[in-house]
């Protein structure tokens, strides 16, 4: 039986010639290009028992190539699944209009982040106010840029707990099984408090215009804009309420570390086009198939490429690292839960797949920075 493999990211990118990309683009192509090959150097477990030797190629770790995040997903779900409250969690998806995607693009640090802020604010604000709960709730939101076609669709996940610490900070007050806010009034405070951060930013100079958005750069068209902006209605959609807590976790980890395409839904590749599976979610979530040109493909991934440094994964309220040991640890214990224990978790033993013997060692072969520069 002959198995076909199918093309992956590295495939297409090592057929791909660009130019014009970003520092932050031009490493993740780079990287991506070599990931897993002798480029990138090889480490090689010596078993000191029976002498045998296993060597691989090491991985980039780019956190946008497709076969370096499974292990960093892991990772990231083992840790959060100590911070869990026996509550119901929410998931709400938070997303701008399509006339700001130029202006995000051209500024894509600065209106990540007040993006990322304003969906976390106005949960956090919300909350609070006894109307809906009079309580300090958490969240952890994530940010993604993409649709399922590789088009530029920003927009914040988040994750919410059922309940949050009392407004007096004495006992722990559970939401109702739906969700505790109304979408209604969570899309106008969202509106409200992106586009007040983004006047700030455009009063202080902080942004930038270029090509078609340089017209925003007059102080009357880019008010025109906002105004604009205030008369539509923002989405905020709501899902249903997971079935336990440590299956909000696992679903998380799917969103965190998922890169805007991964090499499963890569069908096809023969040099010049791309053939990738998508799902049409205007269309009944019907399962499709596009084709692009290679370049095209590689240009609208590349899109999705964050920002050197730019932190996609942040935590509000009673899950920010300042209030894990105070408020959160008070909220275990006011529902009844553990202690929270943040120890280190234990490396994994690494033994002999010959022998079993755990007397292994590693030895590290250097990078290649010839083979590098001529990938």
């Known amino acids: 039986m002959v198995v076909v493999r199918l093309p992956e990211l590295q495939d297409i990118f090592k057929h791909i010639k660009l130019k014009s990309l970003s520092p932050?683009?031009?490493?993740?192509?780079?990287?991506i290009r070599l990931c897993r090959t002798s480029a990138l150097g090889s480490h090689a477990q010596v078993c000191k028992e029976c002498g045998s030797m296993d060597v691989s190629f090491n991985s980039c770790r780019n956190r946008n190539c497709p076969k370096c995040q499974?292990?960093?997903?892991?990772?990231?779900?083992?840790?959060?699944?100590?911070?869990l409250l026996p509550v119901g969690y929410f998931h709400t998806v938070f997303t701008i209009p399509q006339e700001l995607n130029t202006l995000v693009l051209q500024n894509q640090k600065l209106l990540y982040s007040l993006l990322i802020q304003s969906a976390g604010h106005t949960l956090m604000e919300l909350a609070k106010d006894p109307k809906f709960l009079?309580?300090?709730?958490?969240?952890?939101?994530?940010l993604h840029t993409w649709g399922q076609n590789l088009s530029f669709h920003p927009h914040v996940h988040c994750i919410v707990p059922g309940g949050g610490l009392s407004n007096d900070g004495l006992s722990f007050v559970r939401s109702r099984k739906k969700f505790f806010i109304p979408v209604k009034v969570i899309s106008k405070k969202f509106r409200g408090k992106f586009l007040d951060l983004l006047k700030q930013a455009y009063n202080k100079g902080e942004i930038a215009f270029f090509n078609?958005?340089?017209?925003l750069a007059l102080r009357s068209n880019f008010l025109s804009l906002v105004d604009t902006m205030y008369n539509k209605?923002?989405?905020?959609?709501?899902?249903?309420?997971?079935?336990?807590?440590?299956?909000?976790?696992?679903?998380l980890g799917r969103y965190t570390h998922r890169?805007?395409?991964?090499?499963?839904r890569i069908l096809a590749f023969d040099g010049q086009s791309v053939s990738f599976a998508w799902r049409d979610y205007k269309d009944n979530n019907k399962s499709k198939v596009m084709t692009l040109d290679a370049?095209?493909?590689?240009?609208?991934?590349?899109?999705?490429?964050?920002?050197?440094?730019?932190v996609k994964i942040r935590h509000y309220g009673i899950l920010c690292s300042r209030n894990i040991r105070s408020k959160l640890f008070k909220c275990m214990k006011l529902t009844g839960n553990k202690p929270?224990?943040?120890?280190?978790?234990?490396k994994e033993v690494k033994v002999c797949r010959s022998c079993g013997s755990p007397d292994v060692i590693t030895i590290l072969v250097p990078y290649s920075f010839a083979t590098a520069s001529s990938a």
């Open 70 to 83: 499974h292990s960093a997903q892991e990772e990231w779900v083992e840790a959060q699944m100590s911070k």
């Open 24 to 31: 932050a683009q031009a490493k993740a192509f780079h990287m």
């Open 233 to 251: 209605n923002w989405v905020v959609f709501c899902k249903k309420p997971f079935k336990s807590p440590g299956h909000v976790v696992r679903y």
């Open 295 to 310: 370049s095209e493909f590689t240009r609208r991934f590349l899109m999705h490429v964050l920002p050197n440094r730019f």
């Open 134 to 142: 009079g309580a300090t709730i958490g969240a952890t939101t994530v």
């Open 259 to 264: 890169v805007a395409i991964s090499n499963s």
């Open 340 to 346: 929270l224990h943040l120890n280190i978790k234990q």
């Open 212 to 215: 078609e958005a340089t017209k």
